[in-house]
């Protein structure tokens, strides 16, 4: 049994269940842009890493907290728990990967080079590295998110609305943008490079 899951999770999605999923999915998305680029300075000297979208949002990092948030309760066995922290990021991050190679026939990151990968989409050190991050984030950062929202929620009410449609905005511009770079790439290959 996990006993430090004592967080409220509204699971009626009623107009403050759906606030509160969006709230924290934009705040994850956020944490998640800092952390894909705090990662590049360290490995890459960048900090600002190629992204999907053009604001400062990782969706992929919204949709995995989310998704094992409300997965997991305080009834879930320790053992399970685990192999959400490590199936749900994993699967996200295949999907997410396979679909923007699909669509967009270019490759956000590549794991090709690292051990036990499947299509450069995932691979093991870097699940591995998934479920400590979702257990950390499950323990202690989401209870921090659930008071901050707790805090926030009045203004929150009138905000989240227009969070929704950013992502909207974001999403139909990045597909434009991507397609169309998509595009220019396949009719007019640089012979340069």
Known sequence: MISFLDFYTP???NFEGISAVVFYFTFYSL??????NSYSYVTKRE????NFFLGPFKPMY??????????????????????LCF????????ICGALLQKFFQ?????????????????????????????????????????????AAEMMWAWIWPAVILYFIAELALSIRRHSTQALDE?????PIQ
């Open 11 to 13: 699971t009626n999605f």
């Open 186 to 190: 396949t009719e007019s290959p640089n």
């Open 62 to 83: 919204g949709f995995s907290p989310v998704s094992l948030v409300y997965l997991i309760g305080p009834e879930t066995n320790w053992g399970i728990v685990l192999l």
């Open 106 to 150: 270019r490759q956000w990151w590549d794991y090709s080079n690292m051990p036990l990968q499947i299509h450069g989409h995932i691979c093991l050190p870097f699940s591995l590295c998934w479920i400590l991050l979702s257990f950390a984030c499950i323990k202690w950062v989401h209870p921090a998110i659930v008071s901050l929202y707790g």
């Open 47 to 50: 900090f600002f890493k190629a």
């Open 87 to 94: 199936f749900i990021p994993t699967l996200i991050e295949y």
């Open 31 to 36: 944490i998640g842009w800092l952390l894909e």
